[in-house]
């Protein structure tokens, strides 16, 4: 039994007290705009079977897969050639199970297992944990939440508009309003790579587009020229880019080809968005977006905070093959994921969450002598009953220590019982901030915090 | 990549909508009452060192650790003779981390290494999944959530009816009435084993008494007399256990040491309980209990169904030492546990989950036209941000398509949207069940549904 001082596994976290409290917040706004909206939960296993993962993420993500190993005498089922085949060979005889990588193959995987019990559209919605035995750095972690929702089964334009809304309404209720929802449609970025004479290697054209941000106009327009674009016609594409007008950039995009479904469905969706511009919706047509296209297939999303210096915090699109890779042709839909720890970042540079938040009580009761601690145990339960988060400091130590580790805790207010409060059933309510103090019956407090 | 037919690895779950909401109501009610009663949540990783947990549990639950697979080229760092050792031995060079196995080795090394910010008493919670790579089996899954709760630092009786007070908080709750909290003392069962002449032999006569259950009282008497006890001594002390009066449990029990340390909590104890007895509070003494007594030292309890077969559903205790076993002596608590998959199926067993929790939906509306749906539009996102569960049917597709789709999704409430509706603002509330429909506004549909 090992007796060393304990650590941590490199690139996971424990989250104490304080960030646990505040993560909840941000889960519960999603969660409750996720129900609100009409879906409905999934969880799946930490564990998946191998031949569930493998392949699903391309050569890199199969080697980023966290793979458990079999249990009992795994190596009996092995021989001396499979140990001389080396780690990769070896890994398929002694291990047939890995953690999830992401909730999307296993959405597809549940899906394909469930398909004659699902009711189409199925909305569902899933928050749960992902590993990716990824190098450890800065903001990047091997263990972290991802927070999904889909739509499969339908192709009507309300689900692109229901979406943004949702971004809307969670941004809304964390009171998050520094940021831009962007939209993009993959046809229309194909659109483009035509225009430029490269319909042939549409993607790799967007993947140049996509780099706009990091390596600037200039070079980029090289990149393209150098892949057989024409020389004028990427200025105007990069022109395109730079139109601020929302309806100017529809306009432009409708001359190039009026029947192309992108610009179709651009067109319907902001047509759509017109009757919530109450909502202050904060989107923007962004023809240089250029995300996931070797999956997505149509609109896409990506959220970027605006006032923090931070990469997208919500992604998502349509896509036309959910579970192809487990033999299921012909289920489509449109997904979003909010992304939990980068959420937590903006919203911790711009302090947005409530302080109640982080305080893990309202109030703090303490006490003067075994008999007020007694009594103090009907207080404590009363106020809870209300609904308010009340501790009663559980032995008679001395006043002084009681209050410092009311400091220590940080509660926001305590309540003093001695023999006379006993008495008249009005208590002192301590403000730990201000040192004001009132007496007040249960009734009073409850109401105190309640309004 | 395969394209075989996908499945889930033995002994773990999906938890698709109806599941899964379900469970979510019976955590939300525990982690509420956990928040109530001034619990902090704490999270931990999924994977935990190998150091971190082997040697926690017992030669066996080391067996049942479930063991990842270091990443990359792993057999490099192996020789030749690693692999002639034989299974166990190459785990320890091919393996670095494991599946956290409980709550409570994570909670214990958070604790050691954050020793000196946190302040005692520190009460924390953890509502997390666990695995073992147990033999599935009814029941018996690999992966499953644990719910626990602890305070350590602080050794008042207060904690116990503490705690007492929170079991009976989240079952009013849950509407969960039928069931019983039941309480013994370690050193109350060492009294007894001394009774019968078996005080060294306390934890092995305790064993037998924790068979009584199981094995009946004549073979539990063998047993004991077969330790060593006194034939007489031990027909006293069943004598004991079949008294149903608590006073009078105490009372024996007084008599035989009214100076045992475990006598006077349990005293204690009850006397502070009393002052709740508004409360109905299901508390019994059963001196027959005889749980984890190689880890608790004080108080300890076990929750059962009444109505149902089946066994505890929620267990706890007061423990002397949480952190020994990382070189931290000198932290004792009191810790319970709610055994969420139990609470479920007892639950399940007698028909308690609210209707509307296993309903996805309050409200599907439905439409005759494009001009139609996009009005409803905007009548679904002012039933939303009222707080109603409401969804719209995405397409314009046959009356008839979306009112099949009602029926199977089971909403209980459709909203009927057409010309004249959109006209009036009245829309026709229908009442699946009944087929009794009303036309109303939308305040009007709020105040239905919110009263």
């Known amino acids: 039994m090992s007796k060393s001082k ?46 569930t993962l493998t392949g699903k993420y391309g050569d890199e993500g199969d080697q980023l897969l966290f793979k458990i190993l079999n ?15 080396g780690s990769k060979h070896l890994t398929t005889k002694i291990s047939e199970k890995g953690l999830r990588y992401d909730l999307t193959v ?58 943004t809304l949702l971004f809307n309404d969670v941004f809304d209720d964390l009171k998050l309003k520094d940021y831009v929802i962007k939209v993009n449609h993959r046809d229309v970025l194909f659109l483009l790579a035509d225009h430029v004479g490269l319909k042939e290697k549409a993607i790799p054209f ?15 327009i090289e990149n393209v020229v150098a892949l057989g674009g024409d020389n004028n016609k990427i200025q105007e594409v990069m022109e395109l880019f730079s ?16 029947e192309n479904k992108g610009v179709k469905e651009i067109k ?21 977006l250029a995300r996931g296209l070797s999956y997505y297939t149509g609109l896409i999303y990506e959220v970027k905070p605006t006032s923090v210096k931070m990469g997208s915090i919500c992604g998502g699109g349509r896509y036309d093959n959910l579970t192809g890779v487990f033999g299921l042709n012909g289920i489509s839909g449109i997904g979003i994921s909010f992304g939990l720890d980068r959420i937590y970042d903006v919203m911790e540079e711009l302090s947005l969450f409530p302080e ?42 001395k006043i002084k220590k009681q209050f410092n580790y009311a400091d220590k805790i940080q509660t ?14 009005e208590y002192m309510l301590k403000n730990m901030q201000s040192g004001e103090q009132n007496p007040m019956k249960v009734d009073k407090i409850i109401q105190h915090f309640k309004g």
Chains 1, 2 share one sequence.
């Not at 993560?23 to 609100?36: A, G, L």
């Not at 249990?71 to 085949?85: F, M, N, P, Q, V």
């Not at 990716?132 to 192709?155: L, T």
């Not at 009907?378 to 009663?392: C, H, T």
């Open 6 to 51: 304990p650590s941590l596994p490199r690139g996971t976290r424990d989250f104490g007290p304080e960030v646990s409290a505040k993560r909840s917040f941000i889960i519960e706004k999603i969660k409750q705009n996720f129900i609100r909206y009409g879906f409905s939960q999934l969880e799946t296993p930490a564990m998946e079977n191998l031949s």
């Open 71 to 85: 249990s009992g005498d795994y190596l009996s089922k092995t021989s001396e050639d499979d140990i001389k085949a």
């Open 106 to 163: 296993p959405f597809a995987r549940f899906v394909v297992m469930n398909q004659n019990d699902i009711s189409f559209p199925f909305k569902r919605f899933q928050i749960q944990p992902v590993w990716r035995a990824d190098r450890p750095q800065k903001g990047r972690y091997r263990e972290f939440y991802q927070c999904d929702a889909d739509i499969i089964g339908s192709n009507g334009i309300w689900n692109e508009v229901e979406l």
């Open 206 to 220: 967007c993947a140049e587009i996509d780099k706009l941000d990091k390596i600037g106009k200039e070079k980029v």
């Open 243 to 258: 139109i601020s007008d929302q309806q100017e950039i529809v306009t432009k995009i409708e001359e190039l080809d009026p």
């Open 268 to 288: 319907l969706y902001f047509e759509n968005l017109d009757q919530f511009n109450n909502k202050n919706l904060q989107v923007e047509l962004d023809l240089s």
């Open 356 to 397: 109640q938040v982080t305080q893990p009580l309202d109030i703090l009761i303490v006490h003067f002598s075994e008999e007020n601690l007694k009594h103090g145990q009907k207080v404590v339960m009363d106020l809870r009953a209300a609904g308010l988060r009340v501790d009663l400091y559980p032995t008679s130590d």
């Open 412 to 425: 926001p207010f305590t309540l003093i019982i001695g023999d006379n409060e006993m008495e008249s059933g």
